[in-house]
């Protein structure tokens, strides 16, 4: 359940795209598994400028809240409005149609700063 063509960080966001232009986040399904049933996501709005380890919104459970992360820094160009309606759809499809946001990246070479599959799997295995 860890796609080897997506980046990773160690706060469970995954991130697809080469930087070169818009990069798609979301969260791992390592993440989603540990919230449990996903009720409410509250998102930046577009055009919001994050760095990278900011505060980037929040995944309500019916265990508890939990942060979003910013995995690099730049501006949100888009975020997934379905998720107001349907936040289930992060337990459904955490890597396809549970998608957070999209970030213009400000350095797309930040990528490489982030975990590749394998990195991330032996996070999440230890």
Request: aromatic share 6%; proline share 6%; no cysteine.
């Amino acid at each position: 359940m860890i796609p080897e063509d997506l980046r990773y960080t160690a706060e469970h966001e995954w991130v697809s795209g080469d930087g070169t232009g818009p990069v798609r986040v979301g969260i791992t399904h390592f993440a989603q598994d540990a919230l449990g049933d996903i009720v409410f996501v509250q998102l930046p709005d577009e055009g919001t400028v994050v760095q990278a380890g900011d505060q980037l919104g929040e995944i309500e459970s019916t265990k508890s809240v939990s942060e979003i992360y910013a995995p690099v820094a730049g501006t949100v160009v888009s975020r997934n409005a379905t998720l107001a309606d349907e936040p289930e759809l992060i337990n459904a499809e955490p890597y396809a149609a549970g998608w957070l946001v999209e970030i213009a990246p400000d350095d797309p070479a930040a990528l490489g700063g982030l975990l590749d599959a394998e990195a991330y799997r032996a996070l999440t295995d230890s």
